[in-house]
Structures are given as structure tokens and as C-alpha cells.
């Protein structure tokens, strides 16, 4: 891209989501997915998220490629999801099968999806030309500004991420025995040989790359663990283990957070608020799975998209829509209802008399 965000000559942009579907009966845990305790429940609450955001690259038809990476099969997900893959298709997202080779060591099953990103990487990347720029999100973003978002792209020995500002004693992760903060991993990395006091947090909600660099970023984090489990060790998730690579010195991370953030909403939170939101191309929205992003992909799952092309046009009616911005009492209230009357829903079908 240039500097007024008009395409460059070269190949489109490739988004890259993931969603790994859970066996039934195998353990998990998210804390913000707002859905039912079943695999089936988790699954359609991510298949809704990831629709939401492609359609807000698809309904402004800039010039880009989708595709979900992801292990679904035939027969392995309910009626609801199939219908949420089949309207992702007709939105142009190809599907990617993509098997869960890069899984956490360990028994703890709290986002035990989150090292998913890895395989994701390598079959995206699979046959790709080499200066083409993949852009690989968390399923919750939305795409406020896509072509001012690549137009920050890293240059080729980069990978684009969005850095965390965590306080340095802050415990990022909540379970397992290494690597929980900033402070930890640069312990842990002046322990391997290069001492880093408190590096920087890299956040996994979004990794841009050309091909051959985010498979150099796969094939340290495979060292590490190795490295790691010589000594009987391990880091759990995806974001511990890019921090730790960035320690080292193994890979050149560049801080896009001045176009991507993670950006906390509703009234419970105890999260800095996110500066001028409005100006930024892409949210990652964790708190939004079961509301906004969740009525959006209804919108779009009953073919009525002409409200969300008409937001997608104005940031300022992208914040109230996503509750990034312009949001208060009455708004509150509102989606309050909207959830209690969707819970109300599934509640009233999931015991409604079989015909």
C-alpha cells in the first residue's frame, strides 16, 4: 500500500482466520466465549465471530482473499454451524482444513486452542508466493479501516503483531508454572543465554508476515518447546511462546498497535480505555462474542446486510455498533436485554418438544 492507503501492484492481501473444533468430551475452557458448556455451542459462538468479520472486508469489496483454517469435517458439527460455514463460503472465505499438530503439552485445558495459530500458519502459507503479505486474526476482530491496516504491513523480515502493554509483574496467562509475565519470560530467555528484562508482550490476536517469515516464526517456537521440554518445561499458549521468541531475538517483531488493538468493552472491565478507538483499522473485540458480534453475523445470516454496509461506511456508527464508542446507560440496557431475550431463546428451543 502507499501512504494514502491506494493499493501497490503485488499480490492481495490474504486474511487468514483459524477456529479449531473441540472434540465432544474433550475439556476446555474460554472465559469470554459466552456460550453453552458443549463443543457444538463453542463452535457456532466462533463460526458467528468469524462471519461478522468477514463480512466487514467482504460488503466493501476491497481486494483481499479470505480463508478460515480450520479442522471441520463432515459430520462434525450441528445443523446451526453448517449453516454459518455455507453463508462464510458465499462471502467468498475459502475453507482450509488444517489439522491440530502444534497442541500445548500438559493437561490444562484453559485455551487450549490458542497454539492452533501455528498450523494455521503452515497450511496458509502453503504455496504461496513469497511476497505476498498474510494478515492471520483471532475470530473476535473486525476490520474498521482494512486497507489503512495494510498499509502499516511489516517489511518482509518482520511479522506484524499487536504489542501488549502489560505491567511487567502482570500475570497475563493465570495457570501453568513458567512464563506467566513479562518479567518471567526475560528470565526464562536470560536463562537460555540472552538476558531480556521484561520484553515485550506479543498478543496473538493478529500476525501479518510474508509466507517464508511467519514459517521461520513456526519453526523457532517449535525449537523452544524443544528446548523447553529438555528440561521439562513448557508455555501453554501461543502468546508466551511469540514473546519468548522475541526475547531471543529469534524473530523481528513490529508493534502495529497504532492501526490494531485488543480494545476492552462494556462497563465491567477494569482495562485502560483504548485512546481514539475510531481512528484505528482494526478492534479486536474479546468481550463481544456473544453481543454485537454475535447480532451481526445474525444480520448477515439472514441475508439482511444493508444496515452493516451502511455502518461500515462511518466509523462513528462502527463504534456504537460494536460498543467501541458512543455507548451509555440506554445502550447499556438494551444489550443487557437483547442477551437475556437470546438466552431465553436457546433455552425455550433446546427444550422444545421433538417432532
Not at 468430551?25 to 465471530?49: I, K, Q
Not at 511476497?131 to 474498521?144: E, G, P, Y
Amino acid at each position: 500500500m502507499s501512504e494514502d492507503h491506494s493499493p501497490v501492484p503485488g499480490p492481495v492481501p490474504l486474511v487468514v482466520q483459524y477456529l479449531y473444533i473441540h472434540e465432544q468430551g474433550e475439556e476446555f475452557y474460554y472465559p469470554s466465549v459466552r456460550a453453552g458448556a458443549t463443543a457444538a455451542d463453542v463452535a457456532v459462538r466462533y463460526l458467528e465471530c468469524a462471519l461478522a468479520q468477514a463480512a466487514t472486508i467482504h460488503l466493501r469489496n476491497v481486494p483481499c482473499d479470505l480463508v478460515l483454517a480450520t479442522n471441520i469435517g463432515a459430520g462434525r458439527v450441528s445443523r446451526s454451524a453448517s449453516k454459518l460455514l455455507k453463508r462464510l463460503e458465499s462471502l467468498g472465505v475459502e475453507i482450509l482444513p488444517t489439522a491440530y499438530e502444534h497442541r500445548p503439552r500438559g493437561d490444562d485445558s484453559t485455551y487450549i486452542s490458542s497454539r492452533y495459530v501455528l498450523d494455521a500458519i503452515l497450511t496458509a502459507t502453503k504455496g504461496q508466493p513469497e511476497d505476498r503479505k498474510l494478515w492471520l486474526t483471532d475470530l473476535d476482530c473486525v476490520w474498521v479501516d482494512p486497507q489503512k491496516t495494510w498499509a502499516a504491513s511489516p517489511a518482509a523480515h518482520q511479522i506484524g503483531c499487536v504489542v501488549i502493554p502489560y505491567p511487567a509483574d502482570w500475570d497475563t496467562v493465570g495457570f501453568g508454572e513458567d512464563g506467566r509475565t513479562r518479567n518471567a519470560i526475560g528470565a526464562m530467555a536470560g536463562e537460555i543465554g540472552i538476558p531480556n528484562d521484561a520484553p515485550s508482550w506479543v498478543g496473538g490476536e493478529l500476525l501479518a508476515g510474508t509466507p517464508g517469515t511467519l514459517r521461520t516464526l513456526v519453526a523457532a517456537c517449535e525449537s523452544l518447546d524443544s528446548q523447553l521440554a529438555h528440561d521439562g518445561r513448557f508455555l501453554p499458549t501461543e502468546e508466551q511462546i511469540l514473546t519468548l521468541a522475541g526475547a531471543l531475538g529469534e524473530i523481528e517483531f513490529q508493534d502495529l498497535s497504532h492501526v490494531a488493538q485488543r480494545v476492552q468493552t462494556g462497563h465491567r472491565h477494569r482495562a485502560t480505555l483504548t485512546k481514539d478507538p475510531l481512528s484505528l483499522g482494526l478492534w479486536h473485540l474479546p468481550a463481544e462474542k456473544g453481543l454485537s458480534l454475535r447480532r451481526t453475523a445474525q444480520e448477515i445470516n439472514r441475508g439482511r446486510p444493508a444496515r452493516l454496509r451502511t455502518d461500515l461506511d462511518d466509523p462513528v456508527r462502527m463504534g456504537r455498533r460494536f460498543n467501541v464508542a458512543g455507548t451509555g446507560l440506554t445502550r447499556r440496557i438494551r444489550d443487557d436485554t437483547w442477551i437475556a431475550t437470546q438466552r431465553a431463546r436457546t433455552f425455550l428451543e433446546a427444550h422444545a418438544p421433538r417432532r
